[in-house]
């Protein structure tokens, strides 16, 4: 380890120069008073009157401040009085050398950590008093690190009841990458707080010592002894659990699911997520979340995700900030997250903190990695399909650094190859390119830069070309203003886009083009005044601009007529705020409230219809024409977020929430077919926003000291002003679409079940949930009634779900993983007879959504191999290999009717119809 | 390489999944034959109307029979005041009534007794009185539109149904001087001629329009019928027929929807489709679908004439197959009368000096057999 040998050295160097030269009598006697001086200033002036030489470190004292009354006593009295009741012990030797130390403390071992020492004291206030040795051996280094005491704020007398503050970064030792959700917590007095999105944590203890622990998945317990004088900064490193260890017990997240106040909440970390084996072997974030309690999705393939029967529309989906608002690579076979600029996600089902808004049924918090700030490494990935390359290392050390990932797909090439010609006009590709740039201005101070785009190309020998993409880009700014407080202000805009355009008949040659795009700026303040309360509060405002649909010729030859809807443009703004209360170490409540208020602004055509009668082509009435920036439409109104949990005696727990949203946007999306471009709507004059409110109860009980978490929670959910359609509704490039819209009222119940073992060699879990979503027409202009205005299943409705996830580790190097999913089919407007009237034939269909198609049954397998686990080696590479869809099995994706010569046939159409195998070579530096 | 390529392409056709795995779609619930009665038409009120009503069953997804009559039922017309006015059969499930004077200012519902012996009721419906069709105007941007304008004075009608008989006439592209007749030849004339037919069909869509969002119950300019450009019903000359009804606001939200329901199927960007609530009911069973909506309303009717003449650029387009050479037929015929050729699909084009006929498909050069009678209708 030569670079901690240097380091040593310019540490040691350091210490000299802060040596203080003198050379006088010890006996001198010294008489004055020493009214709040920094120690350095102190022992420069004990070094003037009494001609001795002070040899100290000065990262140990210099938080250290000095107030004592000398009368006439001698140097070592004089120290004596300084140091009392502090863990400084100071030696003179005969040179008149002062020595300052810490005291003597029992070590089993020796303390070997230099290279953290330094990190600590160079970048924290906390004091180490520890005499150097240089160690080279990691796992000695740690144990240095749990056995040394951890000073922290000014000395101070006056240990005791008060409290004090200690706030800190928890990072990963190796890369600095910042750790989210990670417990810190001390054991007695029980006193346990989670790090935000940053890593960062601030806990209230009683003055002392104390005993911190770390717990975060997949990496070991830290333990730091702290002497706690005043609020102070301790920033901790994690370090890799080490797989050869029989028994890896991860507690934190376990204990946390039953301590934390989250509800309905799940967390994955891509450790977890990339162990589940998924087609094409790419970790994939979305079909990692469809194995979780409560989602699921309409089906294979398809864009989106639903939560406890919700629709797609109804997830706020942010990485790292952004809003994504389509999260899907060709049609879902890839998620558009790539998994190695991922850090996790957290996923929000019932109790949706009171920062996020905007969308009913859930949010998805993917979060992005800081790139290493202490070395440049990289990863790549060669498959079948994708190649994927990630970089990231630090720009400034320590201070700056990157991480930027792509990936993209070469099927055109291998579409080129494929002998039979059936293919040669197809095309199918797509890439991402993520950046990510963290930088640490100071202490108090943080910047992070992120971008996302993505591109999607495909065309499925047809003529028509589809292309979409996102677009991201942020800025984060996190400001610390004290232990207690900090603030963070994010400013980004967000675009999604599709265009399909055909230009096979140069007559006919049209592009289609739709997007939205919206600019936002959120504050976020989290004050957290003692371990009882947590507030935070601040301000989201979202400005959206909507293209619904261009239709315009492509060419010089094309005769088509330009078809352009207007823009559509919004405001919406919420104020929040909310406390984490918790109320003794059983009972805490946190309590939120959101006010969102939301503006339909100008310039744009107002159509009025007849009082009272369907809204129809027929019933229109009049335009009216609003300027730009003129307030058409006004809603707003107050959203309500409650969650209690009580711990119970035999160590399970108990929670309740509450919540009620609104929200504004809705996707136009017929779900009868497969559409590559849905529409969104803002909500306007006639079309109302969408609201919800959502109860749900669970239980919680972990087993076997943790490692096996159980959760139980049922809800109940009920919807107003959901959007559906009405037969033959148009979607696209309608200029009055709200003609073709009703609203509905809907409800929506279940009970979700999930076991989860984390650790072992056996991991995974299992999860059940029953679900329904039902709908009914509550529009009394609809013109028309479906299903009698009885309550009918939505198109999402899929009663049964069953995952169940299992990783087995053979060796270091062996891993295998099995994954298996049923669901009830979903439901389905089938025609079911075929009449003649009005001069021809016409089909006559079932009730709306009566039927459903056959159950979704899916299996998969997988194992990967690694390369040996030599530390030294160059790369770092696996292999892995599975089948998807091991049984084969034909799940319908779609069902669809068509009209072959005067005869009307139905097909069936699977995505994955048949066992398909995969292999995947992964290699890091 | 080739076989890594060869794995590939396995992968990429399941990905190409448009094309991969399709397969025929037949649930139990398809499969099963309905067969739900559909009721067509409307109660004809006014003085010495007719009213014809269409009876049916629904047939199952996948059949290729297209019309599935209802006969033997017995249908007929009540009164709210208890009248009752019998509709009798026609044949090919057509049912129509005499002459009647049903008033406009009264309701009314059809009845129906299947051979089934089972019984249907439509609720009772308000009588809609439609106004005269003020004119039919016609324009011609490539295609020809044929628009429909009326008012109501009363403001009453507020919803409206067109129907339409297009009638046509053509020549064929050869001029007969013979023509065969229960197998013999005769001479070509003015009663027994096929060089010039009329052709009548009747709409296949149907069309409804409203005035409800305007002050005044007013139909301008509204379109009911568009002859693609260079179609061969004006080849020469063309005339329609437009009947115009009365409806209540549900039946025109009926029709709009049976509209919907079919004329969009099987494009990538379905509607949703949605069942359909007619008013008719089984008096047996309140549960079992029954199809069709009854309507009571007057009937006022107009037709034009469009010459071809009067068009632009518009090079009628025949739908005949192409006819070839003639065929030289050379038989030891008995009797130059008799028409004994065996193919039905072929008739006399001329006599060749020496018994010998020249014989051509019958499309070619009887009208006749491309749709259309030889008879001039009387409104020609």
């Known amino acids: 380890m030569p670079a901690c040998r240097r380091f040593y050295l310019l540490i040691t160097l350091g210490f000299l120069f802060c040596g203080l030269k003198i050379s006088a009598q010890s006996s001198k006697r010294i008489s004055q008073q020493f009214e709040n001086l920094p120690f350095s200033v102190f022992a420069e002036k004990v070094e003037t009157i009494t001609g001795c030489r002070f040899y100290f470190k000065p990262g140990e004292l210099d938080s250290f401040s000095v107030t004592v009354k000398a009368e006439d006593i001698t140097l070592p009295d004089l120290l004596t009085k300084v140091f009392a009741n502090t863990t400084f012990v100071f030696s003179i030797d005969q040179e008149n050398n002062v020595f300052i130390n810490t005291k003597f403390t029992v070590q089993t071992t020796l303390p070997k950590d230099f290279f953290n020492t330094n990190k600590t004291t160079a970048d924290t206030s906390a004091i180490i008093k520890q005499p150097f040795f240089e160690q080279t051996d990691d796992r000695k280094k740690i144990v240095a690190q749990e056995n040394k005491l951890y000073e922290i704020g000014v000395k101070q007398n006056n240990a005791g009841k008060e409290r004090a503050i200690i706030a800190g970064y928890i990072r990963d030792g190796k890369s600095g990458e910042s750790f989210t959700g990670a417990m810190v917590y001390t054991d007695t007095p029980y006193v346990a707080v989670v790090t935000d999105q940053f890593g960062y944590y601030s806990i209230a203890l009683p003055k002392g010592r104390h005993i911190l622990q770390v717990n975060s998945i997949g990496m070991k317990i830290a333990r730091r002894r702290v002497m706690l004088y005043s609020d102070g900064t301790l920033n901790i490193d994690l370090q890799d659990s080490v797989p050869s260890l029989k028994n890896v017990t991860i507690i934190s997240e376990k204990k946390s699911n039953i301590r934390g106040l989250q509800m309905g909440a799940e967390r994955l970390t891509i450790k977890t997520i990339k162990q589940v084996p998924v087609v094409f072997g790419e970790a994939d974030i979305l079909k990692v979340l469809l194995t979780l309690p409560g989602v699921t999705s309409v089906g294979e393939a398809s864009n989106g995700f639903n939560v406890r029967g919700g629709s797609t529309d109804q997830n706020l989906i942010l990485f790292s900030d952004a809003t994504i608002y389509n999260p899907s690579h060709l049609f879902g076979f890839f998620s558009a997250f790539n998994p190695e600029v991922v850090k996790g996600f957290d996923l929000y089902k019932s109790a949706i903190p009171e920062k996020y808004g905007g969308r009913l049924s859930s949010v998805l918090d993917v979060s992005m990695r800081d790139g290493n700030s202490k070395k440049v490494s990289g990863t790549g990935g060669i498959g079948l399909l994708t190649s994927k390359f990630t970089i990231e290392g630090p720009l400034k050390k320590d201070k700056t650094s990157f991480i930027v990932g792509g990936r993209t797909t070469y099927s055109n090439w291998l579409l080129k190859q494929i002998p039979k010609s059936d293919y040669s006009k197809s095309k199918a590709d797509f890439n991402d390119l993520n950046l990510r740039i963290s930088h640490t201005i100071n202490n108090k101070n943080s910047l992070y830069l992120t971008g996302y785009i993505s591109n999607d190309n495909f065309k499925l020998n047809t003529d028509t070309l589809y292309k979409y993409g996102n677009r991201n880009i942020n800025i984060k700014w996190k400001h610390l203003f004290n232990n207690k407080f900090y603030g963070v202000a994010i400013a980004g805009w967000d675009h999604y886009q599709y265009d399909i355009s055909s230009d096979e008949n140069p007559v006919n040659a049209y592009n289609l083009k739709s997007s939205i795009s919206q600019g936002s700026f959120r504050t976020e303040f989290n004050y957290s005044p003692d371990n009882k309360h947590a507030l935070s509060f601040g301000l989201n405002s979202i400005y959206y601009k909507i293209k619904p649909g261009s239709f315009t010729p492509k060419g010089q030859q094309s005769l088509v007529t330009p078809d352009i809807l207007q823009d559509e443009q919004a405001l919406e703004t919420a104020l929040y705020l909310g406390d984490q209360y918790t109320i003794n170490s059983k009972f805490s409540v946190n309590a939120g409230l959101r006010y969102s208020l939301y503006n339909y602004l100008g310039p744009h055509d107002v159509y009025s219809y007849v009082n009272g009668l369907p809204r129809d082509k027929t019933t229109l009435t009049d335009t009216t024409s609003y300027s730009r920036n003129k307030i058409i439409k006004t809603y707003h109104g107050p959203e309500y977020r409650f969650v209690a949990r009580y711990v119970l005696p035999n160590e399970g727990s108990v929670k309740l929430s509450f919540n009620s949203l609104w929200q504004y946007i809705h996707m136009l999306s017929n779900t009868a077919s497969i559409s590559p471009s849905d529409i969104w709507k803002l909500s306007d004059a006639a079309i109302k926003p969408q609201r919800g409110y959502q109860v749900s109860l669970g239980y919680y009980k972990n087993f076997r000291s943790n490692t096996i978490e159980a959760s139980l929670e049922i809800y109940y959910k009920k919807l107003k002003n959901y959007l559906d359609y009405k037969s033959g509704a148009v979607l696209l490039l309608n200029h009055h679409i709200e003609t073709d819209i009703i609203n509905t009222r809907g409800k929506a119940y279940g009970v979700e079940l999930s076991v989860k073992k984390k650790s072992g060699k056996a991991t995974g879990w299992f999860s059940y949930t029953y679900s329904k979503t039902l709908l009914q027409l509550d529009d009394p202009i609809a013109g028309q009634s479906i299903n009698n205005g009885k309550f009918y299943p939505a198109n999402f409705d899929k009663p049964h779900n069953a995952n169940f996830v299992a990783n087995y580790q053979f060796s270091h190097r062996f891993t295998t993983s099995l994954n298996f999913v049923y669901s009830t089919g979903r439901p389905i407007t089938l025609p079911i007879a075929i009449f003649y009237l009005g001069g021809s034939q016409r089909v006559y269909y079932s009730e709306r959504n009566e039927y459903r198609v056959p159950d979704y049954i899916r299996a998969d397998f997988s194992f990967t191999l690694e390369g040996n686990h030599k530390t030294k080696k160059l790369t770092h590479n696996s292999w892995s290999f599975g089948v998807y869809n091991m049984l084969a099995r034909q799940n319908p994706y779609s069902i669809y009717f068509v009209q072959e010569s005067g005869i009307i046939k139905g097909y069936q159409l699977s995505v994955f119809g048949t066992a398909i195998p995969f292999i995947n070579y992964n290699f890091r530096f | ?380």
Not at chain 2, 22 to 49: H, M, Q, R, S, W
Not at chain 2, 99 to 120: E, F, S, V
Not at chain 2, 279 to 299: C, K, L, M, R, Y
Not at chain 2, 325 to 348: A, E, K, L
């Open chain 2, 1 to 380: 390489m080739k076989k890594i390529l060869q794995i590939s392409s396995v992968l990429l056709f399941s990905l190409l999944w448009l094309i991969a795995c399709k397969k025929p779609y037949d649930p139990p619930e398809i499969k099963i034959a309905t067969n739900f009665l559909v009721v067509d038409g409307n109660i004809t009120c006014g003085t010495n109307a007719v009213t014809t009503i269409t009876l049916s069953r629904t047939t199952k997804l996948g059949d290729s029979l297209l019309f599935n009559p209802e006969l033997n039922a017995l249908l007929y017309i009540e009164e709210e005041q208890g009248n009752v006015f019998p509709i009798s059969e026609q044949g090919n499930g057509v049912y129509r009534s005499q002459p009647l004077n049903l008033d406009p200012a009264r309701k009314y519902r059809l009845k129906i007794t299947t051979p089934g012996n089972k019984n249907y009721v439509s609720d009772f419906v308000t009588a809609k009185t439609s106004p005269a069709i003020d004119s039919l105007t016609w324009k011609q941007d490539g295609d020809v539109t044929v628009s429909v304008h009326t008012h109501d004075p009363l403001n009453n009608t507020r919803y409206y149904r067109w129907e339409f008989a297009e009638t046509w006439t053509y020549a064929s592209l050869f001029h007969a001087e013979w023509i065969v007749k229960d197998g013999w030849i005769y001479v070509h004339d003015s009663i027994n001629q096929i060089d010039s037919c009329w052709r009548t069909a009747n709409s296949n869509n149907i069309v409804v329009g409203s005035s409800i969002a305007l002050s005044e119950d007013v139909i301008s300019d509204f379109p009911v019928a568009v002859i693609p450009q260079h179609h061969e019903k004006i080849g020469k000359r063309y005339s329609i027929l437009v009947k115009q009804y009365g409806l209540t606001e549900e039946a025109f939200r009926y029709l709009q929807l049976i509209k919907k329901n079919t004329e969009q199927l099987g494009t990538l960007f379905d509607a949703q489709p949605s069942q359909l609530k007619g008013n008719i009911q089984s008096a047996d069973d309140p549960n079992e679908p029954v199809i069709g909506f009854i309507s009571a309303s007057t009937v006022t009717e107009k037709r034009i004439f469009i010459q071809h003449d009067q068009l632009t650029n518009w090079i009628p387009v025949y739908s005949i197959e192409t006819c070839g050479n003639p065929i030289i037929i050379d038989q030891n015929r008995t009797d130059y009368r008799i028409w004994d050729y065996p193919d039905p699909d072929y008739t006399i084009l001329y006599y060749i000096m020496g018994g010998t006929m020249a014989i051509i498909k019958k499309p070619c050069i009887d009208c006749r057999a491309r749709g259309g009678v030889n008879v001039k209708p009387s409104f020609w």
